[in-house]
């Protein structure tokens, strides 16, 4: 152990199901964590401290909540608990890591460092984008394309109008179920004739009358100048193409683990940009270093996997600090 004093036992990076059960196990064991919650953006896509429960309606699968809870009112009692123990909280992002000697060294968005004897990584994962330049550009600009239908859905501008929905998993089943309350139809776009969503989130969609399947179908353009007047769209089979007009555009094409701030840390990552962590354990690679939630999980990527998650990265560090004592 570094034996500084001038630094924190343990950081947890990230305000997740992850990283705020982390910290709640990490305070009640006296470490009396920090937590580096992150700064809100919206470009490209939605960012909130809080993660992607932030833009989820209800939350009906956490075990405890019979009659469900919205995630934001999740995510709130998430952190009072945590803070309820003693966690430290800062509105900052990670934006480097040194974990080459320990003390570890995180540099923030603030510009000042933050030195650590254990670190916790929670940060989550984050929305992808087809790539189109109309694509990004309105959704930059307000322009009625959006990857959080959660977040952006119901504003006036979508009221009653023909929206879309790109994807074919729970996220776009979701989306399209949400956004069927307020447009005046709503397609699901899917560059298969299968969906990968599970059976009970198909169902809700293929059995609501105001949600329209279109198969084998990509977006190859997005047509607008301001505001979203239509797709194109391109058959994956026959490669024909048509015009499909929408006001509003709905990306939910899976996402992507926000480790960047971790690029030459020597933390060890998959080819998906994933944290690796060791067998069932929080261990990554580096010694002191844990990873929990969806930024270490590519398969489950659910709020109580995450927490678990984050329970055993507090345990993990708990112990290695003891073993490391000085
Ligand atoms: P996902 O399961 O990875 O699905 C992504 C979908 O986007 C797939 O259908 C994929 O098509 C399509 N896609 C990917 N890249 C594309 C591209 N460039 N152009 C067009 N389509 C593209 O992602 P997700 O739906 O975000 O779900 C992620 C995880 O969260 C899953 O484990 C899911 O079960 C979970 N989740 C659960 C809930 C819930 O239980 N309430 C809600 C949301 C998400 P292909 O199928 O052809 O690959």
């Given at each position: 152990m570094s034996g500084d004093s001038s630094s924190e036992r343990v950081v947890i990076i990230g305000s997740g199901p992850a990283g705020w059960t982390a910290a709640i196990y990490a305070a009640r064991a006296d470490l009396e964590p920090v937590c580096l919650i992150g700064v809100p953006r919206s470009n490209p896509a939605p960012v909130l401290p809080g993660g992607q429960l932030m833009l989820?309606?209800?939350?009906?699968?956490?075990?405890?909540?019979p009659e469900g809870i919205s995630g934001p009112d999740m995510m709130q009692g998430f952190q009072q608990q945590a803070e309820r123990f003693g966690t430290r909280v800062r509105g900052v992002d990670v934006t480097a890591c040194d974990?080459?000697?320990?003390?570890f060294t995180l540099t923030t968005s603030e510009g000042d460092t933050v030195k650590a004897d254990s670190v916790i990584i929670a940060t989550g994962a984050t929305a992808n984008w087809i790539g189109l330049d109309n694509e990004l550009r309105l959704a930059t600009s307000g322009g009625?394309?959006?990857?959080c239908a959660v977040c952006d859905g119901a504003l006036p501008v979508f009221r009653d109008q023909p929206l879309a929905v790109v994807g074919g998993g729970d996220s776009a089943m979701e989306e399209a179920s949400y956004l069927a309350k307020f447009g005046s139809k709503v397609y699901v776009i899917h560059?298969?004739?299968?969906?990968?969503?599970s059976k009970a989130m198909q169902e809700r969609v293929l059995s609501n009358d105001a949600i329209e399947m279109v198969w084998d179908s990509q977006v190859v353009d997005v047509i607008g100048e301001t505001v979203i007047e239509a797709v194109e769209l391109e058959n994956t089979k026959t490669g024909q193409r048509s015009r499909l007009d929408v006001r509003g555009l709905f990306v939910a094409i899976g996402h992507t683990p926000a480790?960047?701030?971790?690029?030459?840390?020597?933390v060890l990552l998959d080819d998906a940009g994933y944290v690796v962590v060791d067998g069932g354990s929080s261990?990554?690679?580096?010694?002191?270093v844990f990873a929990a939630g969806d930024v270490a999980d590519s398969i489950y990527r659910q709020a109580i996997t995450a927490a678990g998650m984050g329970c055993k990265a507090a345990l993990d560090a708990e112990r290695w600090l003891s073993e490391h004592a000085d």
């Open positions: 989820t309606t209800e939350v009906e699968n956490y075990p405890g909540f974990f080459s000697s320990r003390p009625g394309v959006s990857a560059r298969r004739d299968t969906l990968r969503a480790t960047s701030f971790l690029e030459g840390s020597g261990r990554t690679n580096i010694d002191g």
